[in-house]
């Protein structure tokens, strides 16, 4: 298997990972660790020259949406406690994402130095 089809699998088994720890396990320190170590691993293999700006967009779009509060969809959805759901799946979608943009970011940074 290449190293490209194995951070795609990673990328792939981050998103799944998040929104089932976010719907069924908030919070739980294991999982967080997985998310961090498949992100940053993302963030070295998946994520080419190209793909960065709209990386890092879509990075900051995530982690802002995860501090929306959905919360108060708990009183609509009754005992479903739909919101806090939400929360917790963006929660562990931002543990995941933020290590890749830093790495992202720091190769970007890096390779315009290297430039000049």
Do not use: H
Not at 2 to 15: D, I, P, T
Not at 23 to 30: A, D, E, Q, S, Y
Not at 41 to 54: D, Q, R, S, Y
């Amino acid at each position: 298997m290449s190293w490209q089809k194995f951070g795609e699998w990673a990328f792939f088994a981050c998103v799944i990972i998040a929104v089932l720890g976010g719907l069924f396990i908030p919070n739980n320190g294991f999982m967080m660790l997985v998310l961090v170590i498949l992100g940053i691993i993302v963030g070295i293999i998946n994520i080419t020259e190209k793909e960065t700006t709209p990386y890092l967009i879509a990075t900051i779009a995530l982690i802002v949406a995860g501090t929306a509060g959905f919360e108060v969809l708990d009183n609509v959805t009754g005992g479903l406690a739909l919101g806090t759901r939400i929360d917790n799946t963006l929660n562990y979608i931002s543990i995941f994402v933020a290590p890749a943009a830093v790495i992202v970011a720091l190769k970007a940074i890096w390779g315009m130095a290297k430039s000049k």
